[in-house]
């Protein structure tokens, strides 16, 4: 059967963040001319990415997808309108952390939870398309998006050409939402506690013989990704604004988590009946 799907294009991003992350580059920009009076507080050790100026590009998932089944027809498509979603939703997170995090910080809170979020969407087309016919294979080679700075007003000005970077100016008085100016204690990542997430083994039905080792790989990758989880806990403590450690630890992990339990139900679902219900699994909280 053929697709009737509407095209979309991935790499089209919203004007209103466009013309947001300018005028945040600008403000920026001026905050870093008026920070001469007080430059002696950091340096470039404590220079913070400015995640404003730039937008999300990402491959187009559509054009590479087979003849979609009628029967799978709604859930392709709700999930490529997902996709659309997920990209404005990182183009806005851009926008409103500039300023925010240490160099690797666009890649850990944005680049970063929009490719999981990107696998997990991308798995279920191919799943929704597999219960019917051949299941496509390779697509989650278009998980991956990136950081496109071309055009971006007074980038120069701010430091570099691709991730630029400011003083750590801004000093005055106004909080940018990681001040100390509330002690209200939401001051982003403050470095205490473990993740703690729902155990999925226990959970699983009999599983079969051709899908233990797949069904074993992935039970480790749940607990590799809480292991790297509690590890960015750490290194990025001190960061962010009151919800850092949703966007940039527990969210992806999430999305991680849901790629690797869908994984799991794949395997099993292939020779037996696909258990239901395991996503509820997915979403961990911080343990302090």
Do not use: H, W
């Not at 050790?45 to 404003?52: C, I, K, P, Q, V």
């Not at 074993?216 to 790297?228: P, V, Y």
């Not at 630890?249 to 799991?264: F, H, Q, S, T, Y």
Request: aromatic share 2%; charged share 25%.
């Amino acid at each position: 059967m053929s697709r009737a799907l509407p095209k979309y294009n991935k790499r089209r991003v919203g004007f209103i963040g466009g013309a947001a992350a300018l005028a945040l580059s600008g403000a920026v920009i001026a905050g870093s001319a008026l920070a001469g009076e007080s430059s002696g507080d950091g340096g470039d050790a404590n220079a913070r990415t400015l995640a404003g100026p730039g937008t999300i590009s990402c491959p187009d998932v559509a054009p590479r997808l087979p003849a979609i089944p009628a029967s799978a027809q709604a859930e392709v498509e709700r999930n490529l309108g997902d996709l659309d979603t997920q990209i404005a939703e990182a183009d806005k997170r851009l926008v409103d952390t500039a300023g925010q995090g240490g160099p690797d910080f666009v890649q850990n809170a944005v680049l970063g939870p929009l490719e999981d979020k990107r696998v997990a969407a991308i798995n279920r087309i191919a799943t929704a398309i597999g219960r019917t016919a051949e299941r496509p294979s390779g697509l989650d080679a278009l998980a991956p998006c990136s950081l496109d700075t071309e055009g971006s007003a007074g980038q120069d000005d701010a430091g570099t050409g691709e991730e630029a970077t400011t003083p750590p100016a801004e000093d005055g008085g106004e909080d940018t939402g990681q001040g100390a100016g509330e002690d209200t204690g939401q001051a982003g990542n403050t470095g205490v506690g473990t993740v703690s997430c729902p155990d999925v083994a226990p959970r699983l039905p009999a599983i079969p013989a051709s899908a233990q080792a797949e069904v074993e790989r992935n039970l480790g990758d749940l607990d590799t990704q809480i292991a790297e989880a509690d590890k960015r806990l750490v290194d990025t403590a001190g960061q962010g604004g009151p919800d850092f450690v949703q966007n940039a630890v527990l969210g992806p992990l999430e999305d991680k988590r849901v790629a690797a339990i869908n994984r799991i139900a794949t395997a099993i679902g292939r020779t037996a009946e696909r258990p239901s219900g395991l996503d509820s699994l997915a979403a961990c909280t911080l343990t302090k």
